[in-house]
């Protein structure tokens, strides 16, 4: 079955500007969550939906991020304006329910940001 | 919230030995502990999990272990080989319908030294 697919994979933008990255989870797959993985450390979840609803956002910087996931297929994550701080690789992942139980999360590429 | 911690963050072990990394969590309503693994400049990819009703589980050189009481779980991999190099991240989740957010340990940059 074909992966989850992300783009861009890379992008170089100045503070202040906006940035916008797009994700396309494996097919069939009802969740969806953005992960933010800084140089060094493990992935931090910023959003997960279920479906096109919003199931957890309490690590998402409201005030400059947001993300929407039309349809409940395809989803955007957008950055605005951007931090110097945001400079990091943002993983899309997907998961569905196993027969044995339990969720395993399919990740992403990534997109790695660079802020400057 | 559930809080994840991960040692050590660096790990280098001769060819053919073996190398652990342990993890403890904070929230013991945590049923459900993956592991990944990330080679450099690629995603995360699951290796093994472990669910709370189960102590022990293994596959081939891997296995993991569970302390529910300690609140601790650890990766074992044996008979180290080059292509094991990379790095490990664990992570927990309260895994209910509908529900499936995982917290991830920092990681440990595991090297294979020839």
């Known amino acids: 079955e074909a992966g989850v697919a992300q783009s861009p994979r890379y992008k170089i933008i100045e503070k202040r500007q906006s940035v916008a990255f797009w994700c396309n989870p494996i097919s069939g797959h009802a969740t969806l969550y953005w992960y933010q993985q800084i140089l060094g450390q493990g992935p931090k979840l910023l959003i997960q939906f279920k479906n096109n609803g919003v199931v957890d956002d309490s690590q998402l910087p409201k005030d400059r991020f947001s993300a929407e996931r039309l349809k409940g297929v395809d989803s955007t994550l957008k950055i605005q304006p951007a931090k110097l701080e945001d400079s990091a690789v943002y993983l899309c992942?997907?998961?569905?329910?196993?027969?044995?139980?339990?969720?395993?999360?399919?990740f992403g590429p990534g997109t790695r940001l660079t802020v400057t | 919230g559930e809080n994840v911690e991960q040692h050590p963050s660096t790990l280098s072990v001769q060819e053919g030995d073996s190398a652990v990394i342990k993890c403890t969590y904070s929230d013991s309503a945590s049923n459900y502990f993956p592991w990944y693994k990330q080679e450099l400049g690629k995603r995360p990819q699951l290796i093994i999990d472990i669910r709370s009703n189960v102590g022990e589980k293994k596959d081939q050189r891997i296995a993991v272990t569970l302390n529910k009481t300690a609140k601790h779980f650890s990766l074992h991999i044996t008979e180290t080989q080059p292509e094991d190099s990379a790095v490990y991240f664990c992570a927990a989740s309260i895994q209910s319908f509908g529900n499936e957010k995982l917290t991830f340990g920092t990681g440990t940059r595991l090297t294979i030294i020839p």
């Open positions: 992942a997907s998961s569905l329910p196993r027969d044995r139980g339990g969720y395993e999360q399919y």
